[in-house]
């Protein structure tokens, strides 16, 4: 199964009770920055979110849906949000995104022009 390890993961906060304040402040924040250098390597069919935006999304018949604007994690699946001449929103799932080609700046996907 694919995955994609968020930045979010690697951060834990634990209130301690000299250090309330400052805690407290980054609690309260939406999102955490992370050097990419601190940022462990992927496993193979890993990715950091972070390196699939922008990437161009084509189908099984070379048709260009568009790029991926964003992600949105659901409970679920993760979903490409994928901004075209319309946006789409393609499931992150081995059935659907059958090649993440990051170096060549390319997400293989099975879904119609249509869809």
Same mark, same amino acid.
């Given at each position: ?61 070379? +048709?260009?849906?568009?790029? $991926? ?6 409970? $679920? ?5 994928? +901004? ?11 059935? $659907? ?19």
């Amino acid at each position: 199964m694919w995955s994609l390890p968020r930045t979010s993961a690697l951060v834990s906060i634990r209130l301690v009770p000299e250090e309330t304040s400052p805690c407290r402040q980054l609690a309260s924040c939406r999102e955490v920055a992370v050097a990419r250098d601190a940022l462990p390597a992927t496993a193979e069919n890993e990715y950091y979110w972070s390196d699939l935006i922008g990437l161009s999304v084509l189908n099984t018949e070379q +048709q260009i849906l568009g790029k $991926v604007k964003e992600l949105l994690e659901t409970g $679920v699946n993760d979903v490409l949000v994928v +901004q075209g001449e319309r946006e789409r929103l393609i499931p992150f799932v081995p059935q $659907v995104v059958l090649e993440v080609d990051v170096a060549a700046g390319t997400i293989r996907v099975e879904w119609g022009l249509d869809w």
